[in-house]
Antibody, heavy 117, light 106 residues
Framework: QVHLEESGPGLVKPSETLSLTCSVS????????WSWVRQPPGKALEWIGF???????DYSPFLKSRVSMSVDVSKHEFSLHLLSVTAADTAVYYC???????????WGQGALVTVSS | SYELTQPPSVSVSPGQTATVTCSGE??????VCWYQQRPGQSPVLVIY???KRPSGIPERFSGSKSGNTASLTIRGTQLVDEADYYC?????????FGPGTKVSVL
């Protein structure tokens, strides 16, 4: 059974960089695609992007200028970096298995990140 | 940008059938997935490739698509099915989620 767990700061200051890591167990970090999805409080799910172990990645056109993702195969984890955050980036951030049109079939428990000074 | 449309809410009595629809301009050209999100929990995939059920998802959940409208049907709805349901499609290298439908079991 695939298990994913997000980790990272719960509070980020405006204009700084939001960084989260997703630890993967029970799955193949090197042969699957991995995605990030966020959900602002009381709102709908929003796809951020996906990454593959080779470094191949694709991002939401709405966030593309501020997002980067990477995979560390040796640590069985993948990461999200979102630059120049504002209050509008406050959300629960989920990592999930899936990408490149594949369904998101396993999700982490989510990490609430608040952007505030 | 590509958008999906869902009704904000659907109400159903226990044991009855609930149907949630999802419409989009190019939905006929894309596989549709459905996710269930109970309050305070992570989303769970309940339907993929329009009508397939992942292992462990009860048979009362089914999916279908006709033209540019996809549907999620819950037959014999139970109290535990009360949740938000999101449709999702793939368009131009982008995952698009619908706005979600709150299914209330009254």
């Amino acid at each position: 059974q695939v298990h994913l767990e997000e980790s990272g700061p719960g509070l980020v200051k405006p204009s700084e960089t939001l960084s989260l890591t997703c630890s993967v167990s029970g799955g193949s970090i090197s042969t699957d695609y991995w995605s990030w999805v966020r959900q602002p409080p009381g709102k709908a799910l929003e796809w951020i992007g996906f990454v593959y172990s080779t470094g191949l990645a694709d991002y939401s056109p709405f966030l593309k200028s501020r997002v980067s993702m990477s995979v560390d195969v040796s640590k069985h984890e993948f990461s999200l970096h979102l630059l120049s955050v504002t209050a509008a980036d406050t959300a629960v951030y989920y990592c999930a298995r899936g990408g490149l049109s594949a369904p998101l079939d396993h999700w982490g428990q989510g990490a609430l990140v608040t952007v505030s000074s | 940008s590509y958008e999906l449309t869902q009704p904000p809410s659907v109400s159903v009595s226990p044991g009855q059938t609930a149907t949630v629809t999802c419409s989009g301009e190019n939905l006929g050209n894309s596989y549709v997935c459905w996710y269930q999100q109970r309050p305070g929990q992570s989303p769970v995939l309940v339907i993929y490739q329009d009508s397939k059920r992942p292992s462990g998802i009860p048979e009362r959940f089914s999916g279908s698509k006709s033209g540019n409208t996809a549907s999620l049907t819950i037959r014999g709805t139970q109290l535990v099915d009360e949740a938000d349901y999101y449709c999702q499609a793939w368009d131009s290298s982008t995952y698009v989620f619908g706005p979600g439908t709150k299914v209330s079991v009254l």
